[in-house]
């Protein structure tokens, strides 16, 4: 039994075998793009950091991990609240996270030693998204910590491990990965057509989408004007893609890279349409491992191409190369002359390893097997260690997959809950309802409580001649989250009221959040929060008075704050409906 065990461990576990149908070229575009789009998470927070979790930020990590301590004393608050900022959380130290981060994902990009830079990355993000309260509550948080967590199983170890065909990826990494990217559109597409949004049944959810999404694009208003029966056509399409298409993963290869194309001209127009920061930018390097190293090689250039595929276990065949990318089995491409040994057979001892064994992989086990026995032993523990993690977070994953589809199946949840704090298992549900209204939040200041002057923001649809822009995988917290707080009230969102407090001291950090001060001389003496609503503007309006928006006030979203003397503030009007404490 400890054999078979063994054998299945190391089957699911260890490194697979480079060739035709490999995942190295996969691996290593795949954590290029990872390493991108981790660069670009850091650098967001870099202008925002201070003013979300700084000490004079709108949520203070310091006083929120000071609460989290009493409930949780102790160790055990490192597993709930896992985080860096335990030991500090000042100014400097959120700085360095970032700039730390950016730097980790640099040599990620130019694979420096991929293994220790993933790690990094993995680390710095959970230490910011642990503490970050409602400024992570995003989907596409716990997308960037799943993928990043996995890949510290799928990168080869080493400094400088070049394409890493000395050490492909293990069946269970990319297995994972590839579950992921099914999950996240397989979910989402549960969530849409069965989660009781009716627009998702007749078709009808694309009729408001691009204009009241979180962050439109100047094309999302010009995809807005096209008929009915283009966005009819394409709500369509997407919950067949979610629902039906997403399942050619488990196809054959054909079926695959099909997929991969549709899938991948599916996430180009919502990039370009629609700013959700780095979340379709992960997905779309997600869809990577539908393809084999035997397709990617054709794309490699042909003075490096017969040198990659020696080192891929693939060579050129005789015929044509690209009439026969997409073949169902390996068109126009043979592995080394000797046959494919049975994976299985890659761990056995030494003297079982046939010459006729050419796999690098074997030449590294046989290696692997002339250390010390207590390297042996250390090497063998790590491998159970990562079967056992990469297990855990395979049930995880399957329980969010399988309540999607059947809530009330019983399954044992604590393995889940337990795991839930790092966030690297998520139950996925992208738009399973619409939004039919835009609400924008505006702040307002005043020095007399007659004049009102709006802070400009530097994202977020305001003024309506001003075309909405294209910047993601660039992520604006602050503004993103007040998408969300128009949805709801004042009174769920107390960071709405906390900017105005701040704004009425003239804040840096939070000022930091707009793109200038029109208070920059002295703090205004009033500050409110107003509710527009806002719809775009059709063809003809545009073309006669520029705007890109039309816009009406509703009133005001929160209560108007106001300096008094003694350095107190005081509300000095209350939101229509609102009932003021006694």
């Given at each position: 039994?400890?054999?078979?065990?063994?054998?299945?461990?190391?089957?699911?576990?260890?490194?697979?075998?480079?060739?035709?149908?490999?995942?190295?070229l996969?691996r290593w575009?795949?954590?290029?793009?990872?390493?991108?789009?981790?660069?670009?998470?850091?650098?967001?927070?870099?202008?925002?950091?201070?003013?979300l979790?700084?000490?004079?930020?709108?949520?203070?990590?310091?006083?929120?991990?000071?609460?989290?301590?009493?409930?949780?004393?102790?160790?055990?608050?490192?597993?709930?609240?896992?985080?860096?900022?335990?030991?500090?959380?000042?100014?400097?130290t959120?700085?360095?996270?970032?700039?730390?981060?950016?730097?980790?994902?640099?040599?990620?990009?130019?694979?420096?030693?991929?293994?220790?830079?993933?790690?990094?990355?993995?680390?710095?993000?959970?230490?910011?998204?642990?503490?970050?309260?409602?400024?992570?509550?995003?989907?596409?948080?716990?997308?960037?910590?799943?993928?990043?967590?996995?890949?510290?199983?799928?990168?080869?170890?080493?400094?400088?491990?070049?394409?890493?065909?000395?050490?492909?990826?293990?069946r269970?990494?990319?297995?994972?990965?590839?579950?992921?990217?099914?999950?996240?559109?397989?979910?989402?597409?549960?969530?849409?057509?069965f989660?009781?949004?009716?627009?998702?049944?007749?078709?009808?959810a694309?009729?408001?989408?691009?204009?009241?999404?979180p962050?439109?694009?100047?094309?999302?208003?010009?995809?807005?004007?096209?008929?009915?029966r283009?966005?009819?056509?394409?709500?369509?399409?997407?919950?067949?893609?979610?629902?039906?298409?997403?399942?050619?993963?488990?196809?054959?290869?054909?079926?695959?890279?099909?997929?991969?194309?549709?899938?991948?001209?599916?996430?180009?127009?919502?990039?370009?349409?629609?700013?959700?920061?780095?979340?379709?930018?992960?997905?779309?390097?997600?869809?990577?491992?539908?393809?084999?190293?035997?397709?990617?090689?054709?794309?490699?250039?042909?003075?490096?191409?017969?040198?990659?595929?020696?080192?891929?276990?693939?060579r050129l065949?005789?015929?044509?190369?690209?009439?026969?990318?997409?073949?169902?089995?390996?068109?126009?491409?043979?592995?080394?002359?000797?046959?494919?040994?049975?994976?299985?057979?890659?761990?056995?001892?030494?003297?079982?390893?046939?010459?006729?064994?050419?796999?690098?992989?074997?030449?590294?086990?046989?290696?692997?097997?002339?250390?010390?026995?207590?390297?042996?032993?250390?090497?063998?523990?790590?491998?159970?260690?990562?079967?056992?993690?990469?297990?855990?977070?395979?049930?995880?994953?399957?329980?969010?997959?399988?309540?999607?589809?059947?809530?009330?199946?019983?399954?044992?949840?604590?393995?889940?809950?337990?795991?839930?704090?790092?966030?690297?298992?998520?139950?996925?549900?992208?738009f399973?309802?619409?939004?039919?209204?835009?609400?924008?939040?505006?702040?307002?200041?005043?020095?007399?409580?007659?004049?009102?002057?709006?802070?400009?923001f530097?994202?977020?649809?305001?003024?309506?001649?001003?075309?909405?822009?294209?910047?993601?995988?660039?992520?604006?917290?602050?503004?993103?989250?007040?998408?969300?707080?128009?949805?709801?009230?004042?009174?769920?969102?107390?960071?709405?009221?906390?900017?105005?407090?701040?704004?009425?001291e003239?804040?840096?950090?939070?000022?930091?959040?707009?793109?200038?001060?029109?208070?920059?001389?002295?703090?205004?003496?009033?500050?409110?929060?107003?509710?527009?609503?806002?719809?775009?503007?059709?063809?003809?309006?545009?073309?006669?008075?520029?705007?890109?928006?039309?816009?009406?006030?509703?009133?005001?979203?929160?209560?108007?704050?106001?300096?008094?003397?003694?350095?107190?503030?005081?509300?000095?009007?209350?939101?229509?409906g609102?009932?003021?404490?006694?």
């Amino acid at each position: 039994m400890s054999a078979f065990a063994e054998r299945a461990v190391r089957w699911w576990a260890a490194p697979g075998v480079a060739g035709p149908d490999g995942r190295v070229l996969s691996r290593w575009l795949f954590l290029r793009a990872v390493g991108a789009i981790y660069f670009s998470a850091f650098y967001s927070l870099v202008f925002q950091i201070r003013g979300l979790l700084g000490p004079n930020g709108l949520l203070p990590a310091g006083s929120y991990l000071e609460e989290v301590a009493k409930v949780m004393p102790g160790a055990v608050r490192f597993w709930y609240a896992p985080t860096l900022l335990w030991f500090s959380s000042g100014p400097h130290t959120l700085a360095a996270l970032c700039w730390l981060g950016m730097i980790g994902s640099l040599l990620l990009i130019l694979n420096c030693w991929p293994r220790a830079m993933l790690a990094i990355g993995f680390l710095l993000f959970l230490s910011f998204v642990a503490a970050a309260q409602d400024f992570s509550g995003y989907q596409s948080d716990g997308m960037l910590l799943a993928a990043g967590f996995l890949c510290l199983f799928l990168a080869p170890r080493g400094l400088r491990p070049g394409l890493g065909e000395r050490e492909p990826p293990s069946r269970a990494a990319s297995f994972l990965l590839q579950l992921l990217w099914f999950s996240i559109y397989f979910e989402s597409g549960i969530a849409k057509y069965f989660g009781g949004d009716p627009s998702w049944r007749d078709f009808s959810a694309m009729n408001e989408y691009y204009q009241n999404g979180p962050l439109p694009t100047w094309i999302g208003w010009y995809a807005a004007q096209l008929p009915r029966r283009f966005q009819e056509a394409t709500a369509f399409l997407t919950v067949a893609t979610e629902l039906v298409v997403v399942a050619m993963v488990f196809l054959p290869r054909i079926f695959r890279i099909v997929c991969f194309f549709f899938v991948t001209l599916l996430q180009a127009a919502i990039i370009l349409t629609a700013n959700y920061a780095f979340l379709n930018y992960l997905v779309l390097a997600l869809g990577i491992f539908l393809l084999d190293d035997a397709f990617l090689l054709g794309f490699v250039p042909r003075r490096w191409r017969q040198t990659v595929g020696g080192k891929l276990n693939v060579r050129l065949s005789q015929r044509p190369w690209r009439k026969n990318w997409f073949s169902l089995r390996r068109p126009a491409i043979k592995t080394s002359e000797a046959p494919e040994p049975d994976p299985l057979s890659l761990f056995a001892p030494p003297e079982r390893v046939g010459e006729e064994t050419r796999s690098v992989l074997a030449a590294n086990v046989v290696e692997a097997d002339r250390r010390p026995l207590w390297r042996q032993a250390g090497a063998a523990a790590a491998l159970w260690l990562e079967a056992l993690a990469l297990a855990w977070v395979l049930y995880a994953t399957l329980f969010f997959l399988v309540r999607q589809i059947s809530p009330e199946l019983p399954l044992p949840a604590k393995p889940v809950t337990a795991l839930e704090p790092f966030r690297v298992a998520n139950s996925y549900g992208l738009f399973g309802r619409m939004t039919w209204a835009r609400y924008e939040i505006e702040f307002q200041g005043s020095p007399d409580g007659v004049t009102w002057t709006a802070y400009p923001f530097r994202y977020k649809p305001q003024a309506p001649g001003e075309a909405p822009g294209i910047y993601a995988p660039y992520q604006p917290r602050f503004e993103w989250n007040l998408w969300f707080a128009s949805l709801g009230g004042w009174r769920e969102n107390p960071f709405v009221v906390r900017t105005e407090q701040e704004l009425l001291e003239n804040n840096a950090d939070v000022l930091g959040f707009f793109r200038s001060n029109p208070f920059h001389d002295a703090p205004p003496a009033e500050v409110r929060a107003v509710v527009w609503q806002y719809w775009f503007t059709d063809r003809e309006t545009k073309k006669s008075t520029g705007a890109w928006w039309r816009r009406e006030f509703l009133g005001l979203y929160a209560p108007a704050l106001a300096r008094i003397p003694g350095g107190k503030i005081a509300v000095t009007e209350w939101p229509a409906g609102a009932v003021p404490p006694p």
